[in-house]
């Protein structure tokens, strides 16, 4: 079936260094892929989305690019602040074959210190 | 705009009782999708209704129900609870079907956290 993989955190940064968490997944379909985050306290939030192989999908500084070749969909942003620190989760829906449901990947903490 | 309204945000049962949570979409959206998250499983889906109609389920157990009201709010229901349905419960809607690319971003409330003694 589909599933999404993220790589573990937590992890830990200093402001203004370059982040990036990885994700893989495994899909029958063509899924669209996202990045939600999820800040202490609140409901999980879209940060980003990209619907098709070779998108690239960004907001608030935060990029990633579907990439079919190597089933990946990195998040990466080139200089992080204190107020990015959340959980990050990557997820794929596989929308004409199951419908609406999103599969999340386990999520990775971020932490940046000042 | 309001938000994804979920009540009640937290709550204590015991083992073999029965809980209901509630979730009210954005205005508008006509489409509810619950969440289950856990630190052991993290985020999985429950079920998704669009127009009143179940679309979508996830595998849970029978214990776990929801029914979506004509207005679009959405009730979900576990019976005979058990200590590992402790857990944030998150509710998300949509404008349309849920995952549709054009329309179907999700927005989430900020959960309901059950806690089961």
């Known amino acids: 079936g589909n599933s999404v993989t993220q790589m573990e955190g937590p992890v830990t940064l200093s402001e203004e260094a370059f982040l990036t968490i990885n994700c893989t997944y495994t899909?029958?379909?063509?899924?669209?892929l996202f990045w939600y985050v999820q800040y202490p306290g609140e409901g999980l939030q879209l940060l980003l989305k990209a619907t098709k192989a070779d998108d690239k999908g960004s907001n608030k500084g935060f990029e990633a690019t579907y990439r079919k070749e190597t089933t990946s969909f990195h998040l990466e942003k080139g200089s992080v602040q204190v107020s990015d620190s959340a959980v990050y989760f990557c997820?794929?829906?596989?929308?004409?074959?199951?419908?609406?449901?999103?599969?999340f990947g386990q999520g990775t903490e971020l932490s940046v210190k000042p | 705009k309001a938000g994804v309204t979920q009540t009640p945000r937290y709550l204590i049962k015991t083992r073999g009782q029965q809980v209901t949570l509630s979730c009210s979409p954005i205005s508008g959206h006509r489409s509810v999708s619950w969440y289950q998250q856990t630190p052991g499983q993290g985020l999985q889906f429950l079920f998704e209704?669009?127009?009143?109609?179940?679309?979508n389920k996830g595998n849970f157990p029978g214990r776990f129900s929801g029914r979506q009201f004509s207005n679009s709010r959405s009730e979900m229901n576990v019976s005979t609870l058990e200590l590992g349905d402790s857990a944030l419960y998150l509710c998300a809607s949509s404008i349309t079907i849920a995952g549709d690319t054009n329309t179907g971003e999700l927005f989430f409330g900020e959960g309901s956290r059950l806690t089961v003694l």
């Open positions: 899909a029958t379909g063509y899924p669209s």
């Open positions: 209704y669009f127009s009143e109609t179940q679309r």
């Open positions: 997820a794929l829906t596989d929308y004409y074959n199951q419908g609406g449901k999103l599969i």
